[in-house]
């Protein structure tokens, strides 16, 4: 069981969607999910809602596992609603690069940010 928070982040986080108690499942990673996709079963769908701003959100996914505790985000942009006004701010989201050089490996902890 996990439980998922979605908010926009910025100044002040705001709070969209909650859920607790979703009931999640282990699912094995194929050898060319890189390629062909990992095929796995959604836990959760969540709709996003047409009242939601333009704006980098984050899901939160808590999970307590006997005293452990885990948590993980996962950073996603809405785009703004067709006709709305054009801003002159680019975001450039190096996820790839991000995950391409901060495996854990052996150590953990050290990390390499880009």
Same mark, same amino acid.
């Given at each position: 069981?996990?439980?998922?928070?979605?908010?926009?982040?910025?100044?002040? !986080?705001? *709070? $969209?969607?909650?859920?607790?108690?979703? !009931?999640?499942?282990?699912?094995? =990673?194929?050898?060319?999910?890189?390629?062909?996709?990992?095929?796995?079963?959604?836990?959760?769908?969540?709709? $996003?809602?047409?009242?939601?701003?333009?704006?980098?959100?984050?899901?939160?996914? =808590?999970? *307590?596992?006997?005293?452990?505790?885990?948590?993980?985000?996962?950073?996603?942009?809405?785009?703004? =609603?067709?006709?709305?006004?054009?801003?002159? $701010?680019?975001? $450039?989201?190096? *996820?790839?690069?991000?995950?391409?050089?901060?495996?854990?490996?052996?150590?953990?902890?050290?990390?390499?940010?880009?």
């Amino acid at each position: 069981m996990f439980d998922v928070r979605i908010y926009r982040d910025g100044m002040r !986080a705001e *709070t $969209v969607f909650e859920r607790s108690g979703v !009931a999640g499942q282990r699912q094995q =990673t194929p050898d060319r999910a890189y390629r062909d996709g990992c095929g796995w079963q959604p836990s959760l769908n969540v709709k $996003v809602d047409e009242q939601w701003p333009s704006g980098g959100y984050l899901v939160e996914l =808590t999970c *307590t596992d006997g005293t452990n505790k885990r948590v993980s985000h996962h950073w996603f942009a809405v785009r703004p =609603t067709a006709g709305e006004g054009k801003s002159r $701010v680019l975001l $450039v989201c190096a *996820t790839s690069t991000w995950s391409a050089r901060s495996s854990p490996g052996p150590n953990p902890r050290a990390m390499a940010w880009t």
